[in-house]
């Protein structure tokens, strides 16, 4: 249990009996006044404790009252704006995490509500708590974090962290074992939730830096000062004019809203020619921007198109809006959708041909140290090539134009494999029906399965019009693979697809995929350019496509 500081029992009432005066010299009542509400509890919770450890009777009493006394102190003060920053209801918390053993519930709280950051004994006391678990690696993330915000005291905070370090070395080198379990420890992976609050509020802090020097990058300590709340519904924001960084954006429709942001086309200075994309986000969000940046400078100027770009951010204290490219001609989904409405499938050579364009922007993307974490068909925006699509577009490694086939937007779950540790292994949920990887499934670690997962459910929709569920099956080579459950029609090329999805869903969880997407994708490649027909037919499917998609 947490030893917490206690103020003496003289007083034995509950927590509605009156308050004394604080008793000098003791940190739970320093600086308390006759009217401070969160006294009485102090008191009651310390003669609690107090009688712990008088007999098995008594400390079941008294542990129940404990726990009485901090669940209602929590439910009246633990939200209160004035306490936040009070070390006595930090210590309430820490206790009430402690008795009743959900500390990591109890982190994550604090965490959402942005309460007692700055304060050393959070990251400490969450540390010690992982350290009797057994979850070295965690604690050790927790010192860091603790750390890298600077929490006071922080040479205090340092001291225990190297404390723990050396403390974790020196029982490594003198367990009563070989050398082996300090290899296995040295080697065990680092492993991290790329999208919990810790991880991107220490993700944030480390990236605040570069922002500012961002070209597009704007950013405001006051609300957002127009008359219409931007978070406003589209009936409300239709046709409305925002002015951002001496533009005027005329909001037209909506392009798509999530859990976390809404996006709307909208025209630029009156201009209905010039049409960019506003996503508006609450609380704001400067994460994707930050991606965005990084597109820039690790992908090459003829791939650069297929991730789509953002020209500048303005940051409020109470909002953010991107300012994005617009594409008029919908979604993969869409695609996916105008065959379902007709009862189609979508014909095995589209099918292809998307495929090889995903395989191609995933292989991009991870050679640049890059993880989308959201890949999914309606994050897929559709290009259209100017002309017609020749053999050489599929045989050459280059581009005839910039803007074709697929163009892969909403950055806001995408991992900077740059900023963790070499070999950092990811644990966590991406929280997207149908496009969760087995190994999120399963509680596994994982790191390009998240992408390319999304890739084999995305194939599946469109092969089968429908969402993948996978299943266990003996492999060839003993033990199991994971295998789609519906299975490959006859008529299609059955190799080609058996082995996409056999080689993407069994994948390791660490180690570089570019090879494996570059090999895919020239095995497909080959077959659409082994037969002349492939091309034509292609060509004739998509200018169809356009005309019905763009018409509607």
């Known amino acids: 249990m947490v030893i917490l500081d206690r103020t003496p029992a003289s007083a034995p009432g509950p927590p509605s009996s009156p308050p004394r005066k604080s008793t000098p010299g003791v940190p739970w009542e320093e600086a308390s006044q006759p009217s401070d509400p969160i006294l009485p509890y102090l008191r009651s919770i310390s003669k609690a404790m107090d009688e712990l450890g008088k007999g098995p009777q008594c400390d079941a009493s008294a542990l129940d009252r404990l726990k009485c006394y901090l669940t209602e102190c929590i439910r009246k003060y633990g939200d209160e704006y004035q306490y936040s920053t009070d070390p006595r209801l930090l210590k309430i918390w820490i206790l009430y995490a402690d008795v009743t053993e959900a500390f990591p519930k109890v982190y994550k709280q604090l965490e959402e509500k942005r309460m007692f950051l700055e304060h050393a004994l959070l990251y400490e006391s969450y540390a010690l708590y992982l350290c009797a678990e057994g979850k070295i690696q965690e604690a050790d993330r927790v010192y ?30 003198e367990a009563n074992v070989d050398v082996q379990p300090s290899k296995k420890l040295k080697n065990e992976p680092t492993v991290v939730d790329p999208w919990s609050a810790s991880t991107m509020n220490s993700l944030l802090e480390t990236i605040n830096c570069d922002l500012r020097t961002f070209i597009g990058y704007h950013k405001s300590n006051k609300v957002y000062y127009g008359k219409v709340p931007l978070t406003s519904s589209l009936n409300v924001l239709r046709n409305k004019v925002i002015e951002l960084g001496g533009r005027k954006y005329q909001i037209k429709g909506s392009t798509g809203s999530g859990a976390f942001a809404k996006v709307y086309k909208s025209t630029v200075d009156g201009n209905t020619e010039e049409m960019v994309a506003l996503k508006i986000q609450s609380p704001p969000f400067p994460w994707e921007f930050y991606m965005y940046r990084q597109l820039d400078m690790r992908i090459s100027e003829v791939e650069r198109p297929n991730f789509g770009y953002a020209h500048e951010i303005h940051i409020f204290s109470d909002v953010s809006v991107l300012v994005c490219d617009y594409l008029p001609y919908g979604t993969l989904l869409d695609v996916i959708n105008s065959h379902l409405v007709v009862g189609r499938y979508m014909d095995e050579v589209l ?8 395989l191609k922007i995933l292989e991009t993307l991870h050679n640049a140290g890059i993880i989308h974490g959201d890949f999914k068909p309606d994050n897929m925006l559709v290009c259209y090539l100017s002309g017609e699509i020749t053999e050489e577009t599929f045989r050459s490694e280059t581009r005839d134009e910039q803007n074709q086939g697929l163009c892969l937007v909403d950055w806001g779950r995408g991992i900077d494999l740059k900023l963790f540790r070499a070999g950092t292994e990811f644990r966590g949920d991406c929280g997207t029906s149908g496009f969760s990887c087995v190994e999120m499934q399963e509680h596994r670690n994982w790191t390009y399965q998240v992408d390319t997962y999304g890739l084999c459910a995305i194939v599946h929709m469109m092969l089968h019009g429908a969402p993948m569920s ?7 080579g003993g033990g199991y693979e994971y295998q789609p459950k519906a299975p490959v029609k006859r008529y299609w090329n059955v190799e080609l697809w058996k082995k996409l999805f056999s080689t993407l869903l069994n994948a390791p969880s660490n180690g570089s995929d570019v090879a494996t997407l570059r090999g895919l994708r020239a095995a497909f490649r080959e077959h659409m350019c082994g037969n002349r027909q492939h091309v034509g037919k292609l060509n004739q499917m998509l200018a169809k496509q356009k005309a019905s998609l763009c018409s509607s």
Do not use: N, W
């Open 351 to 358: 099918c292809m041909y998307y495929t090889i364009e995903m």
């Open 470 to 476: 996978v299943q266990k099956v003996p492999s060839a």
């Open 144 to 173: 860091a974090t603790g750390v890298s915000r600077k929490a006071e005291p922080l040479d205090h905070l340092k001291k225990t962290h190297l404390m723990f370090l050396k403390h974790l070395e020196h029982f490594v080198e």
